[in-house]
């Protein structure tokens, strides 16, 4: 098959949406199918099926603060559009954006069958406006989304039940939905990584995500300074985002200085197998694949007890889940187990049989299942009107 990948955010492999893209076009390559690429990343100009839409500009100080939070904006360029989709058997958009609304359109138009990726929560995008507390606004997106998207597209793909639940009880709309998780490289596994000489006596906590206000990093760093251990413990923030001034600003006063570092995708796999447990405390998560990784690592993880967070999903039971942004409760919740080092083995080991499930070539050929039954099903429709 011919598959357009329509991207309105690609770039770096540094955020959730992106490496989903990437893995799923890396996938349906390994399997046979040319894959088309429409995204607005400048860089790729020229390269074999990647079609190049311009940048969108929303003035110097809003596109300042686009490129401060590492993504950019997709100008959905009609002819560009067209010719990407044009002879393709199967579209799939990965966000409801500007560039995805336009090829729903031409899909419609040219009755080519069309998937679409749910990768963006309501939060992340009031979240950036500070006002992600207002849930008369989530909902709204939610049902300007639908109206504008997510209504016009032949099947949905949602990475977690949780946020199709969140979604069809907003809209109050059955979708044609597959539950389908973004999966666990195999490379992410459980093995032998030894602590570097300067952590040797430390107790390491490991969180990874972007420095934004809905991963609620500040609520780690406030807790590690309140726990009984924080003498001794090492905090690692992989990571990067526009909140990072302010966590060094916060964690300053710790008592052992915590490390603000991002990692490749290998890299930060070594610092999960020699962590002593791993903390995510979201408390906005559509699915949370580094929280994923570290159950794949069979690493003692601990989540927030957030209703708008999926992570929370994923803990075994409530000895690894805090009270959503609550200090004091996380402090006590690491607390306790490092206080339990023989209880945190035997958890360990429940995590890494539960990670099974989400083995990411399993997920990819069951996206690939998802796009082939949708394309049969236009097809069939196509052929009942002739």
């Known amino acids: ?57 929303l003035g110097k100080l809003l596109d300042a603060y686009i490129r401060k939070i590492g993504v950019t904006i997709a100008k959905p360029q009609e002819d560009v559009v067209r010719k990407a989709i044009e002879g393709a058997d199967h579209v799939h958009a990965m966000l ?11 899909c419609k138009e040219l009755g080519i069958s069309i998937t679409a990726g749910f990768h963006m929560q309501a939060e992340n995008f009031t979240s950036y406006i500070k006002l992600n507390g207002i849930k008369p606004l ?32 907003t809209v109050k709309q059955k979708t044609n939905g597959y539950v389908i998780s973004n999966g666990v490289h195999s490379y992410v596994q459980k093995r032998e990584s030894e602590k570097p000489k300067e952590y040797k006596d430390k107790i390491v906590i490991l969180t990874t995500g972007r ?32 909140k990072e001034k302010h966590y060094k600003k916060l964690a300053s006063s710790l008592p052992v200085p915590p490390l603000f570092k991002f990692y490749s995708r290998t890299e930060i796999i070594d610092v999960l197998n020699y962590a002593d447990m791993y903390v995510h405390p979201a408390e906005m998560e559509l699915e949370g694949i580094s ?8 690493k003692l993880t601990i989540v927030s007890s957030s209703p708008r967070s999926a992570t929370r999903g994923f803990a075994i039971d409530n000895s690894c889940i805090f009270k959503n ?41 069951r996206m690939e299942e998802m796009i082939t039954e949708v394309y049969n099903e236009k097809q069939k429709a196509k052929s009942n009107l002739l």
């Not at 996938?27 to 079609?51: M, P, W």
């Not at 929280?291 to 069979?298: K, M, R």
């Open 291 to 298: 929280c994923l990784e570290a159950i794949a690592c069979g």
């Open 96 to 106: 409801p954006f500007g560039l995805g609304m336009k090829a729903t359109k031409i």
């Open 211 to 242: 420095y934004a206000r809905e991963k609620s990093q500040d609520t780690l760093i406030k807790a590690v300074k309140l726990s009984k251990h924080a003498s001794s413990i090492q905090l690692i923030l992989g990571g990067q985002g526009v």
């Open 138 to 169: 989530n909902k709204g997106v939610y049902k300007f989304i639908y109206k504008h998207f997510y209504k016009h597209v032949d099947g949905i793909h949602y990475p977690t039940d949780f946020i199709r639940n969140v979604f069809e009880s």
């Open 1 to 57: 098959m011919i598959i357009t990948v329509v991207c309105d955010v690609l770039g770096e492999e540094n955020n959730g949406t992106t490496i989903a893209s990437m893995n799923l076009i890396r996938f349906l390559q390994s399997r046979g199918h040319t894959v088309r690429i429409l995204c607005a990343d400048q860089d790729k100009e020229g390269k074999e099926n990647y079609y190049i839409v311009p940048n969108l500009s």
């Open 325 to 365: 942004r609550n200090a004091k409760d996380l402090a006590r919740v690491i607390d306790f187990w490092i206080d339990n080092p023989q209880k945190r083995k035997f958890y360990e080991q429940k995590y890494l049989e539960q990670s099974i499930v989400y083995d990411q070539n399993e997920c990819m050929k």
